[in-house]
T-cell receptor
Framework: RKEVEQDPGPFNVPEGATVAFNCTYS??????FFWYRQDCRKEPKLLMS???SGNEDGRFTAQLNRASQYISLLIRDSKLSDSATYLC??????????FGAGTRLTVKP | DAMVIQNPRYQVTQFGKPVTLSCSQT?????MYWYQQKSSQAPKLLFH???????NEADTPDNFQSRRPNTSFCFLDIRSPGLGDAAMYLC?????????????FGDGTRLSIL
């Protein structure tokens, strides 16, 4: 079993749609959690950290459920520019970062 | 302004010919990482430095080596590149290993093997 598993995707949605990505992690001792965005042939860029209480940044909402070892990312009112691969990243003790394989999102006009 | 800089952006080398990729940072972060990422796969951690303390992943082949001469620079050396080593190589930094800070990535070096 992979340490970090994500929805396989790809997700193809129309502009304006709401889309949700899920991620599960296997290490119950994981300490911090992030969503990164990666455009084709580019480096990953931090989208947002994920806090225990859940957090929102504009159209993006991240949730964490430690009991279920589950993280989610919700994107509302999708834009064409949201098309990218979204990587779930889990940080174990001592900055041992583990990446999911990513979920590809395509937003269509 | 770029804070994690990788050179070159694209590197072509011959099968078996040693190659060095470089990474520099202006963030004064004490942790630097090297990842290998192949198409449609997650970045795979090769090793990282916490200051001068080198930490190798158990499944990183001996063909991959790294040097960190100072805080700002870190190098990835591939001693005898094989066709399977063609990938994007990503350098990342973070401010402190213990406090679980997010990582900052460079633009990556795309390595091709002829």
């Amino acid at each position: 079993r992979k340490e970090v598993e994500q929805d396989p995707g790809p997700f193809n949605v129309p502009e304006g749609a709401t889309v949700a990505f899920n991620c599960t992690y296997s290490n119950s001792a994981s300490q911090s959690f992030f969503w990164y965005r990666q455009d084709c042939r580019k480096e990953p860029k931090l989208l947002m950290s994920v806090y225990s209480s859940g957090n929102e940044d504009g159209r993006f909402t991240a949730q964490l459920n430690r009991a279920s070892q589950y993280i989610s990312l919700l994107i509302r009112d999708s834009k064409l520019s949201d098309s990218a691969t979204y990587l779930c990243v889990v940080n174990n003790r001592d900055n041992d970062m583990r990446f999911g394989a990513g979920t590809r999102l395509t937003v269509k006009p | 302004d770029a804070m994690v800089i990788q050179n070159p952006r694209y590197q072509v080398t011959q099968f078996g010919k040693p190659v060095t990729l470089s990474c520099s940072q202006t963030l004064n972060h004490n942790v630097m990482y090297w990842y290998q990422q192949k198409s449609s796969q997650a970045p795979k951690l090769l090793f990282h430095y916490y200051d001068k303390d080198f930490n190798n992943e158990a499944d990183t082949p001996d063909n991959f080596q790294s040097r960190r001469p100072n805080t700002s620079f870190c190098f990835l050396d591939i001693r005898s590149p094989g066709l399977g080593d063609a990938a994007m190589y990503l350098c990342a930094t973070s401010s402190d290993r213990a406090t679980n800070q997010p990582q900052h990535f460079g633009d990556g070096t795309r390595l091709s093997i002829l």
